[in-house]
């Protein structure tokens, strides 16, 4: 104790400490991989998911029809429900009460569902009550929209609000309307603050888009999932799941970096 | 109270802005206790006052940003406190400009000063620019017409500001602190414009700290104390000489 000396060369210090810690981790992992790896019967693995048979009979039908499916289901849900939580946005920040009660219920109703739950009312329960069928495109778009708007009216109430208040009072200061201070100075600023939220709100729907199976579809309506789901029960073999899990990544994984890059170029802006 | 008579500028044209016993409660706090004010057309009236004394919430209420709770608003002759007065048509008469400027960060200098004379004003895009460009010459910042607000420095964004006010033509300017968030250097070239501005007969209402401007520049001081117009006068007489006690300890806090 009284060599004060000897105290620093025994401590370690934080940061060889937590450069240990790191190498402890890796080891761990590697471990980990190597095990399961030998207890891994690769034969199977390869034959079950990885059929370079199967899945080239897979194409084009992959790509041309349930790519382009999700995306197509995935854009008009998006459309919408970027345009539904717009308008439950603002009915939200209106002084009108009933409009801020109106979308406030909307909100918490569509919210609190199962994505399922919104498909199946609206794809079977819309047509045994009212003898509509709305057909699939439409159906989607609302469940989609639904959903999903509920979601972003939050998000986009958030993004309104954050715009400071400075901003609006200088655009009605030069004599512009509330409707025209919202559209030309406050939306737009709004928009870019929840740029991020909002593409994370599209990589969901990606997903929630499968949900149209419980409609029915036929052949040429196929998304991804149905599809690979037919041609998993087709083929016997898991290769198909594998492929169609290539296309989501295909299309959320860009999303995804652009959504990094935005937020790494607010967070400088800050 | 002094009274306006003794003012020569009130002499230049009748009131532009009339404000008679106007009330103002934010909840049940009264803010503004009863103000009698006129500003006549070309002159430039600075409200000096201690922080919470009412000055912005007053200056405020002229264009409606904030509204009156009883009394009346006389602008160029027209009641705007009435319910059926055309508020949009009246702001875009007046020019404004704030403390923290308020630029759209996300237009350039140029958009900035454009946009609302095409939406507003239905101005055409070429009419708009050649407006927008004398302007930002005007406040000496026609190399930044392409610049963001956020590449500019606060004296360089407070300029613009005055300039999109300006580019609506207005009959006249109301000004809140407009040299309060700005680094000392800063605030020379803002005050510069404001001057000529003043030189050119523009009818301003300046609410300030910076009393060497208002000595120089105005026609006539406001002291605000506690919601009420505490005394009002030539700037050699509010502030040279000041008759009340309140004027007085506020004088020997910020000279
Ligand atoms: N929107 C508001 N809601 C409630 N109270 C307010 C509001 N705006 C101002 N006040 C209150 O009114 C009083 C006067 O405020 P005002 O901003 O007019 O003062 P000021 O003289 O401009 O002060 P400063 O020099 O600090 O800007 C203050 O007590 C303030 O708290
Ligand atoms: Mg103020």
Not at chain 1, 52 to 76: E, G, M, R, W
Not at chain 1, 113 to 119: G, H, I, K, R, S
């Amino acid at each position: 104790m009284t060599d004060a000396a000897v105290v620093p060369k025994k401590r370690m210090s934080p940061r060889k400490r937590a450069a240990l810690v790191r190498y402890i981790q890796y080891a761990i992992l590697v471990l980990l991989v190597v095990v399961l790896a030998l207890i891994a019967d690769w034969g199977e693995i390869r034959r079950a998911f990885l059929d370079i048979d199967i899945a080239s009979q897979l194409f084009p039908d992959v790509i041309l029809i349930a790519l382009k499916n999700t995306i197509v289901y995935t854009a008009c849900g998006f459309v919408f429900g970027l345009a539904l939580g717009l308008v439950l946005a603002l009915m939200r920040l209106s002084s009108v009460g009933p409009y801020r009660w109106i979308s406030t219920g909307i909100i918490e109703l569509f919210r609190g569902l199962p994505a399922l739950v919104v498909f199946l009312v609206l794809g079977l329960g819309l047509p045994i009550a009212f003898g509509v069928n709305l057909g699939n495109i439409p159906t989607v778009t609302l469940a989609l929209g639904l959903v999903g708007g509920a979601y972003m009216a939050e998000t986009i109430r958030a993004g309104i609000q954050a715009v400071p208040k400075g901003q609006y009072e200088a655009a009605r200061t030069l004599g512009m309307t509330h409707t025209r201070a919202m559209v030309t100075i406050v939306i737009p600023q709004a928009f870019r603050i929840i740029l991020p939220p909002l593409t994370n709100e599209l990589i969901l729907l990606t997903k929630d888009s499968s949900l149209i199976y419980v409609i029915g579809l036929s052949l040429d309506e196929y998304e991804l999932t149905a599809f690979g789901r037919e041609n998993m029960n087709a083929f016997a073999n898991l290769t198909p799941m594998v492929t169609i899990a290539l296309c989501y990544l295909l299309i959320t994984v860009p999303l995804s970096i652009v959504v990094r890059r935005m937020e790494a170029k607010s967070g400088k802006a800050r | 109270m002094t009274q306006t008579e003794t003012t020569p500028a009130a002499e230049r044209g009748a009131a532009v802005i009339d404000v008679q016993n106007l009330h103002k409660y934010f909840g049940d706090n009264e803010v503004l206790k009863g103000i009698d004010f006129h500003i006549a057309r070309g002159e430039v009236v600075c409200v000096i006052g201690p922080s919470g004394s009412g000055k912005s919430t007053l200056l405020r209420c002229v264009n409606l940003l904030e509204e009156p709770t009883s009394g009346t608003i006389l602008v160029d002759g027209e009641e705007i406190t009435d319910p059926d007065a055309d508020v949009d048509g009246l702001r875009a008469r007046i020019g404004m400009v704030f403390q923290q400027f308020n630029l759209f960060p996300h237009m350039t200098a140029l958009r900035n000063l454009t946009v609302a004379q095409e939406k507003v004003l239905k101005r055409g895009k070429a009419e708009s620019l050649e407006i927008a460009r004398t302007n930002l010459e005007k406040v000496g910042l026609s190399d930044k017409a392409d610049a963001y607000p956020a590449h500019l420095s606060g004296g360089q964004q407070q300029r613009v500001a005055i300039a999109r006010a300006l580019s609506m033509s207005p009959d006249m300017m109301l000004f809140d602190e407009p040299t309060s968030a700005l680094d000392p250097e800063l605030v020379g070239d803002v005050l510069a414009v404001m001057k000529d501005l003043a030189a050119e007969g523009m009818t301003m209402m300046v609410v300030t700290h910076e009393m060497s401007f208002a000595r120089e520049v105005a026609d006539k001081v406001v002291f605000m104390d506690g919601g009420v117009i505490v005394e009002e006068g030539l700037p050699a007489d509010v502030l040279g000489d000041p008759q009340h006690e309140r004027t007085k300890e506020f004088l020997a806090r910020v000279l």
